[in-house]
């Protein structure tokens, strides 16, 4: 559960990421090497601008922050550990889903997506996900070409 | 005349069966994504590209067609059974379309606005068959400066025209617009913000960024929000058909939804939220009984629903004949054109007329199919809307991973979705608008490129931008939208203020 102050807290990250942001596309621009040919509008014009741009915006976007009309209106309830979970089997997927293939990391995501969401039938959630990940495997790499990985452990 | 004999031909090439079959493909799989609660045309354009890619481009173009219309009809079938609005076009419809369902007249609510669609759906796309080509007559007398003043002026409207505040778009926009820094730099071969990751050489794909704030952070917002919100499903009950008098209320406003509907898509406008809202409004003010709307006016769906359909088919006039994506479902298609090697604009309607006019012709063949395919399968939509929750996200989770990886094949799009995800994520919690960064992220490079070139062409003289006549006048129309709201707000604070 999320409190008014934490939703205040959390716009003000958001403008001080704004301008951040800024200041590291600036910094980052002036380390691109330029040669003198296209110093009038050469790779760094836009960044620069674009650069600038961020800083002023999330300047504004701090006044506007600490004045809390940053923060959405109204009391939002938010559950974060669904998120975490979510999160969670995103970032297994990106780890296995090389070594292990399609199948095992998809189901597995397809666990945690529905493991978000409260259900605990873990059993038929599994069974679920195994076919889901069976099937776009079948329809979309067998059928359609699209290449999805097998496994390098297995087959590698 | 010279438009017929194209279109005649885009015909001839539709209406090939192989040709065909892909369009009803496009069709079906455009509706049952667009049916799905949270996901809007954008995204379901986004989640079926790699379905495209073992296609020839014009058969592509043709499936995305059907995709296109058949995800902005879906979503109109969940805004009325679900009142989960997909996107923000449907939530005028769910206004009454849910009230609709609720006392029983779900059919009628789904019929008028396969209807309307149908209708508007034609009228726009006739009205495109005759603006794109128009489009493209005037747009060969734009040189860079011109273009890259519509772009700086599409930037504008989409991300100052709509959403609760200047600040939340402006804060998408600059997010969209830093994404679209990273890779190489055309002109130069520079490469920038690559950070020493070759993957990112080629950029950000905005397919990655628009799944990811789409489809992830919306699933990962309903996910904490599960507790709190239950879902209140409408079986339909009685007949799908409406009655004479729903009929006799229907056809005034599919009529006018669509004249209102394909300007306002076609303008720089940022796509359609406000022909929606404003052919709610011009039916309540028109209706013989406005107490009636916000409790089930039929009115309040028919307008809307058809200003949607037209809207659709005005967003791809500046689309396909300026290049100029007005919506983040136009930036998407856009993107996925760009990756045949096309580039839509005044030399794709010279060079590949059978592209484009097979697409344009491929929308009446859509549209037919949609009003013919989808008022019998609605009982299918429906089933797909009780699938339980749980399941449906993890399902759309694992929908967005396949699109994701399988554009590249590399594992690095997968974290960029993770990171795009969290931060769509938090963008919804914050009311950040999505479609600036969306759009700012195909235009911000085009706009770039467009700049020098002109900068180049005028010799380092950046008054070119002002002394062109019409650049000068698209970029003080610019200017105005951005500031004139501003200065407004800014004297309604001050008379608060003293009062």
Redesign the interface.
């Known amino acids: 559960m999320k409190s008014l102050r934490a939703y205040r807290i959390g716009g003000q990250v958001i403008a001080l990421a704004t301008v951040a942001a800024g200041i590291a596309v600036v910094a980052a621009t002036s380390q691109i090497n330029v040669s003198p040919v296209y110093a009038a509008a050469g790779p760094q014009l836009f960044p620069y601008l674009i650069g600038g741009a961020t800083i002023l915006i999330g300047l504004i976007a701090m006044v506007e922050a600490f004045r809390g009309t940053l923060a959405p209106d109204g009391e939002l309830e938010l559950d974060l550990l669904p998120a975490g979970i979510m999160a969670g089997g995103l970032l297994l997927q990106i780890f296995t889903i090389e070594p292990l293939g399609w199948v095992p990391s998809t189901t597995a995501l397809f666990m945690a997506g529905a493991m978000a969401f409260g259900k605990r039938n873990l059993l038929l959630d599994f069974v679920v996900g195994l076919t889901l990940s069976i099937t776009t495997l079948l329809v979309f790499d067998r059928w359609l070409g699209l290449r999805l990985p097998f496994g390098n452990l297995f087959f590698g | 005349m010279d438009t017929f004999a194209s279109l005649l031909h885009g015909f001839a090439i539709a209406l090939t069966p192989y040709n065909l079959m892909w369009a009803s493909v496009g069709v079906i799989m455009g509706t049952a994504i667009g049916v799905l609660p949270g996901i809007g045309p954008a995204l379901t354009v986004a989640l079926l590209l790699?379905?495209t890619?073992?296609l020839d481009p014009t058969s592509a173009f043709i499936m995305f067609a059907g995709i296109y219309y058949g995800a902005v009809y879906g979503g109109s079938t969940t805004a009325i059974l679900l009142n989960t609005p997909g996107e923000s076009a449907s939530i005028v419809t769910a206004l009454d379309g849910h009230a609709m369902a609720r006392t029983g007249r779900a059919g009628a609510a789904l019929a008028t606005a396969a209807i309307g669609s149908f209708v508007a759906g034609t009228i726009g796309t006739l009205a495109l068959t005759f603006v794109a080509p128009f489009m493209v007559k005037v747009a060969l007398r734009f040189g860079p400066a011109e273009y890259f003043a519509l772009m700086v002026l599409a930037l504008v409207t989409v991300t100052a025209v709509l959403g609760s505040?200047l600040?939340?778009g402006?804060?998408s926009l600059?997010?969209g617009?830093?994404l679209g820094?990273v890779g190489i730099?055309i002109?130069?071969g520079?490469t920038?913000?690559t950070f020493g990751v070759p993957e990112l050489l080629d950029g950000i794909d905005i397919v990655v960024v628009a799944v990811g704030l789409f489809a992830?952070g919306e699933?990962?917002y309903v996910?904490?929000?599960?507790?709190?919100e239950t879902e209140e499903l409408y079986k339909i009950r009685g007949s799908l058909w409406m009655t004479p008098v729903e009929w006799a209320r229907s056809w005034k406003p599919w009529l006018r939804g669509a004249f209102i509907g394909f300007p306002l898509g076609a303008l720089p406008a940022g796509g359609s939220e406000i022909p929606t809202f404003l052919s709610y409004l011009t039916e309540k003010r028109l209706a013989k009984n406005p107490e009636e709307f916000g409790k089930g006016a039929i009115e309040g769906v028919a307008g809307p629903e058809a200003a949607n359909n037209a809207s659709a088919a005005g967003v791809l006039a500046p689309m396909l004949a300026l290049g100029l994506p007005t919506s983040a479902t136009a930036a998407v298609m856009l993107a996925a054109l760009q990756q045949y090697g096309l580039q839509p604009g005044p030399q794709l309607f010279q060079n590949n007329p059978e592209l484009v006019w097979g697409m344009i012709a491929s929308l009446y063949i859509g549209n037919v199919m949609l009003l013919v395919l989808n008022l019998p399968l609605v009982g299918i939509w429906v089933k797909l809307l009780s699938i339980?929750?749980?399941?449906l996200?993890?399902?759309?989770?694992?929908?967005a991973?396949?699109g994701t990886?399988?554009l590249n094949?590399n594992?690095v799009d997968?974290?960029i979705?993770?990171v795009i995800?969290?931060a769509g994520?938090?963008m919804r919690?914050?009311?950040?608008p999505v479609a600036p960064c969306i759009v700012a992220l195909i235009l911000?490079p085009m706009a770039?490129q467009h700049?020098?070139r002109a900068?180049?062409i005028a010799q380092?003289d950046p008054s070119v931008f002002f002394t062109h006549p019409l650049s000068a006048a698209i970029l003080a129309i610019a200017a105005l939208l951005l500031f004139v709201p501003m200065v407004l707000r800014l004297r309604q604070r001050q008379k608060m203020a003293v009062a």
Do not use: K
């Open positions: 790699p379905v890619f073992q505040s600040i939340r402006l804060i600059m997010a617009l830093m820094l730099d002109q130069t520079q920038r913000f992830v699933t990962i996910a904490t929000r599960a507790r709190y339980p929750r749980p399941w996200y993890a399902g759309i989770l694992v929908f991973s396949l990886y399988t094949n594992v997968l974290v979705l993770w995800g969290l994520f938090g919690v914050y009311e950040i911000g770039e700049f020098r900068l180049m380092g």
